[in-house]
T-cell receptor, first 114, second 117 residues
């Protein structure tokens, strides 16, 4: 009954460092998403995937890369972290069926870039 | 492009009082509408959703929302607020799903709810 699991939960990076955020879901969902949440701005879509091996850009993709080599995993990479990437990152997944349109969210990763 | 406006950044109510959180959306076709709740340090949990049919939808935790097409609104209501309802609430709008397309949701900026004892 894990749902969507994000690792790590917290991370502090220095400017210029790289890191990868991992999202894993065990619900066999086809679609996966990465959002960032900033105060007063709600959630903004970074990248998303409609299936294994496919990814697409969202609203704020610059500075991020993603990969979905396996259906259950969706990785978000920061190649050279910047202070503007300090945020809370949420992964979500959803299924094809319209009855299950809503997302299932992970609990988030709080990233601070100093 | 679709957009969501939550005009109230912060709302304070007393426990037992009624609650209404406002949400206005902009979308060219029939929208799919959602309300999510986020407790501190947690991810977002789905409260309720509207796809079609009855414009008054019931959700979890005693919440309901009414879709008003003429006003482009989807306001969230609860008759009697409990202290445990203190959280941040997000309204979201999505596109009609089609084959191969992801269910992209556009979120509002959120409304923080404080409940006074």
């Amino acid at each position: 009954n894990a749902g969507v699991t994000q690792t790590p939960k917290f991370r502090v990076l220095k400017t210029g460092q790289s890191m990868t955020l991992l999202c894993a879901q065990d619900m066999n969902h086809e679609y996966m998403y990465w959002y960032r949440q900033d105060p007063g701005m709600g959630l903004r879509l970074i990248h998303y995937s409609v299936g294994e091996g496919t990814t697409a850009k969202g609203e704020v993709p610059d500075g991020y890369n993603v990969s979905r080599l396996k259906k259950q995993n969706f990785l978000l990479g920061l190649e050279s972290a910047a202070p503007s990437q300090t945020s809370v990152y949420f992964c979500a997944s959803s299924s094809i069926g319209t009855g299950n349109y809503g997302y299932t969210f992970g609990s988030g990763t709080r990233l601070t870039v100093v | 492009a679709q957009s969501v406006t939550q005009p109230d950044i912060h709302i304070t109510v007393s426990e037992g009082a009624s609650l209404e959180l406002r949400c206005n959306y902009s979308y060219g076709a029939t929208p799919y509408l959602f309300w999510y709740v986020q407790s501190p340090g947690q991810g977002l949990q789905l409260l309720l959703k509207y796809f079609s049919g009855d414009t008054l939808v019931q959700g979890i935790k005693g919440f309901e929302a009414e879709f008003k097409r003429s006003q482009s609104s989807f306001n969230l209501r609860k008759p009697s607020v409990h202290w445990s309802d203190a959280a941040e609430y997000f309204c979201a709008v999505g596109q009609l799903p089609s084959s191969g397309s992801a269910r992209q949701l556009t979120f509002g900026s959120g409304t923080q709810l404080t409940v006074l004892p």
